[in-house]
C-alpha cells in the first residue's frame, strides 16, 4: 500500500512563531487533506488541499492561519501561523487513493506543543 | 444531533472476551462507513470498510443498519493487542467533506 510521510513527526514551538508541516505521498493522489485532532477529540478536517489552486478550508479555519500548498500529485505542506497554546494538536495529512467513497490514509501525524 | 456518535466507553475487558462496539449517525443520504483504529500516539489505521450486507474480516465482524442509522463492530476472542481506540467514520457525501469521524471509543483489553 502506499506511503505517507509527515515530517516533521513533533515539534515544541515558541508562542507567536509558525511551523510548516510537510506531507509526501509515494504515488500520486487525487485528494490530499489536513486534518487536526486536539487531545481527546475527534478529527477535525481543516481542509482540502487542491493541486495548483487555493485549498478549500472548513468552517472555523481560515487560510492566513493555516496556509496550505500542493504544488503537485504528491505533495503538500500545512503551515501553522503565529502560534498559541491552542494550535497544540495532532496534524494529521491524509490523501484518497480512490474515490470519494474509498477509505482515507493517513501520515504518521506531527504532534505541536505550543509553549 | 452529532454527525457520528459512538459509545463513550472505555471497554474493560478480559483477553478472550467478545466486545461490542455502536455508532449513528445523522444523514441518512451516507454510503459509505468504515471502522479506522488509532493507537496511542498514533494515526488512525484503517480497520476495515462496513458493507451493507455485513461483513467479517477474521475475528472482526461490522454490521450496518441503514433504517436505524446505525454501525457495529464485534471483536470475538480479544486479544491484548487489541487495546486501541477505535473510530466510527462515515462519508456523509455532502460538500468537500470526506469523512466524518466519531470521537472514538477506547478498547482496553486484561489479562
Known amino acids: 500500500s502506499a506511503v505517507i510521510s509527515q515530517k516533521p513527526s513533533r515539534d515544541i514551538c515558541q508562542r507567536g512563531t509558525s511551523l510548516t508541516i510537510q506531507c509526501q505521498v509515494d504515488?500520486?493522489?487525487?485528494?490530499m487533506f489536513w486534518y487536526r485532532q486536539q487531545p481527546g477529540q475527534s478529527l477535525t478536517l481543516i481542509a482540502t488541499?487542491?493541486?495548483?489552486?487555493?485549498?478549500?478550508?472548513e468552517s472555523g479555519f481560515v487560510i492566513d492561519k493555516f496556509p496550505i500548498s500542493r504544488p503537485n500529485l504528491t505533495f503538500s505542506t500545512l503551515t501553522v501561523s503565529n502560534m498559541s497554546p491552542e494550535d497544540s494538536s495532532i496534524y494529521l495529512c491524509?490523501?484518497?487513493?480512490?474515490?470519494?467513497?474509498?477509505?482515507?490514509?493517513f501520515g504518521n501525524g506531527t504532534r505541536l506543543t505550543v509553549t | 444531533r452529532k454527525e457520528v456518535e459512538q459509545d463513550p466507553g472505555p471497554f474493560n475487558v478480559p483477553e478472550g472476551a467478545t466486545v461490542a462496539f455502536n455508532c449513528t449517525y445523522s444523514?441518512?443520504?451516507?454510503?459509505?462507513f468504515f471502522w479506522y483504529r488509532q493507537d496511542c500516539r498514533k494515526e488512525p489505521k484503517l480497520l476495515m470498510s462496513?458493507?451493507?450486507s455485513g461483513n467479517e474480516d477474521g475475528r472482526f465482524t461490522a454490521q450496518l443498519n441503514r433504517a436505524s442509522q446505525y454501525i457495529s463492530l464485534l471483536i470475538r476472542d480479544s486479544k491484548l493487542s487489541d487495546s486501541a481506540t477505535y473510530l466510527c467514520?462515515?462519508?456523509?457525501?455532502?460538500?468537500?467533506?470526506?469523512?466524518?469521524f466519531g470521537k472514538g471509543t477506547r478498547l482496553s483489553v486484561i489479562a
Open positions: 491524509s490523501a484518497l487513493f480512490g474515490g470519494l467513497s474509498s477509505p482515507l490514509h
Open positions: 504515488s500520486q493522489v487525487t485528494m
Open positions: 488541499a487542491n493541486q495548483g489552486s487555493e485549498a478549500t478550508y
Open positions: 444523514n441518512s443520504a451516507s454510503q459509505s
Open positions: 462496513v458493507y451493507s
Open positions: 467514520v462515515v462519508n456523509p457525501y455532502s460538500g468537500n467533506t470526506p469523512l466524518v
